[in-house]
């Protein structure tokens, strides 16, 4: 995810490849039964270790919003940050 809204912030003549990469992090990268985002995936999506850190939610977040505008269902963008951000308030933050 970092690397997807690096490339897309920094230089549009990337979007091509931005999209792929999102649509192959979005599709692997989030555990559906669990939440959360993989640490570490094989090229083919395996998943190679199920632990998962905070700083990816932020990433995830940033590369699925700016993508908003390309090629891709906004509602299924805007149900995958919702997801997200859902995760990471119950599972993260502490209630305060």
Same mark, same amino acid.
């Given at each position: 995810?970092?690397?997807?809204?690096?490339?897309?912030?920094?230089?549009?003549?990337? #979007?091509?490849?931005?999209?792929?990469? /999102?649509?192959?992090?979005?599709?692997?990268?989030?555990?559906?039964?669990?939440?959360?985002?993989?640490?570490? /995936? &094989?090229?083919?999506?395996?998943?190679?270790?199920?632990?998962?850190?905070?700083?990816?939610?932020?990433?995830?977040?940033?590369?699925? &919003?700016?993508?908003?505008?390309?090629?891709?269902?906004?509602? &299924? /963008?805007? #149900?995958?940050?919702?997801?997200?951000?859902?995760?990471?308030?119950?599972?993260?933050?502490?209630?305060?």
């Amino acid at each position: 995810y970092e690397w997807i809204w690096l490339l897309k912030k920094y230089g549009s003549k990337h #979007d091509r490849i931005c999209e792929d990469m /999102l649509r192959w992090a979005n599709a692997h990268g989030w555990d559906d039964v669990h939440g959360g985002i993989y640490d570490t /995936l &094989a090229p083919d999506g395996t998943v190679i270790d199920h632990s998962k850190r905070l700083w990816p939610f932020t990433e995830g977040i940033k590369a699925n &919003a700016l993508m908003l505008d390309g090629g891709f269902d906004r509602d &299924a /963008l805007k #149900d995958r940050m919702r997801a997200m951000i859902a995760v990471f308030q119950s599972r993260y933050m502490q209630e305060r």
